[in-house]
């Protein structure tokens, strides 16, 4: 867990992967405080504050874990290519200013930004042959986009708007997928779901945690938090990826 809006997430994930023994899972989220944008805190045995990381261990040799994410949005328009960036910070998509260019698809959302650009991440992909990822506007500052993670120049991105019965069918496709992973059925799911599809979702946002609710079974104790990001690997137990706009989740239980 880590302060959402001072960390960039993908260095975090990539400092986790570098010291990651091959049988070990991470996986977690960024704090968020809604819609505000404003600071974010962390704590463990004491009073959260700003700028904090922290993690905890589970290990055991009866230890089952498992875990999915899966977001649900819907992408649409042109794939086009990020020409100017530096690092978590976006400047121009196809050798056009990127905040302009947003603001063209948002139309009269444009003017609650950067908290409407929740509605409307980026789906990006690094590699020819790599998965995608989401990754959503944390603020916006001299004219430029700082996102919750890394958009490198020459990665493809495409813009993505919101279907509620898919982002909660996601929750339902999140929780069965770590149900696949167990021999037993867990003692404990931490959902992580990005505060975009809290806003997205409105009153329907309790959906998504009584479909988890309903896969898991009432055995299965839950809990979790809304976030500005999401951390779980893309494949089985691989490295931690970071993710926004999805429902992670993750398992735990001890088997006898």
Same mark, same amino acid.
């Given at each position: *867990? ?16 570098? #010291? ?77 200013? @990127? ?32 998965? #995608? ?11 430029? *986009?700082?996102? @919750? ?12 708007? @919101?279907? *509620? ?15 696949? *992973? ?75």
């Amino acid at each position: *867990m880590s302060d959402g809006s001072k960390v960039n997430g993908s260095q975090l994930v990539r400092g986790l992967n570098a #010291s990651r023994p091959e049988e070990v899972l991470i996986s977690g989220g960024l704090a968020g405080d809604g819609d505000k944008f404003e600071k974010t805190v962390v704590g463990l045995n004491q009073v959260p504050e700003p700028n904090k990381i922290l993690a905890i261990g589970f290990y055991g040799a009866n230890l089952e874990l498992s875990h999915s994410s899966i977001g649900g949005w819907e992408s649409f328009g042109l794939e086009r290519v990020v020409t100017k960036s530096h690092d978590n910070v976006l400047y121009e998509i196809d050798n056009k200013n @990127a905040l302009d260019l947003y603001k063209k698809y948002l139309g009269k959302y444009a003017e609650d930004l950067p908290a409407s650009a929740l509605l409307f991440p980026l789906s990006l992909t690094m590699h020819q042959d790599s998965l #995608s990822v989401v990754r959503t506007i944390l603020s916006i500052k001299d004219n430029t *986009m700082i996102f @919750a993670g890394d958009l490198p120049e020459g990665s493809k991105v495409r813009f993505m708007k @919101a279907n *509620m019965d898919r982002l909660i069918d996601a929750a339902n496709d999140a929780a069965n997928q770590c149900l696949k *992973m167990n021999t037993h059925t867990p003692k404990l799911g931490i959902i992580i779901s990005c505060v975009g599809r809290k806003i997205v979702l409105g009153d329907r946002v309790y959906e998504e945690v009584d479909i988890v609710r309903d896969v898991f079974k009432s055995s299965t104790v839950l809990t979790g938090f809304y976030s500005y990001g999401e951390l779980s690997p893309l494949s089985p137990f691989g490295n931690c990826a970071l993710h926004n706009q999805t429902i992670t989740i993750t398992t735990v239980n001890e088997i006898e």
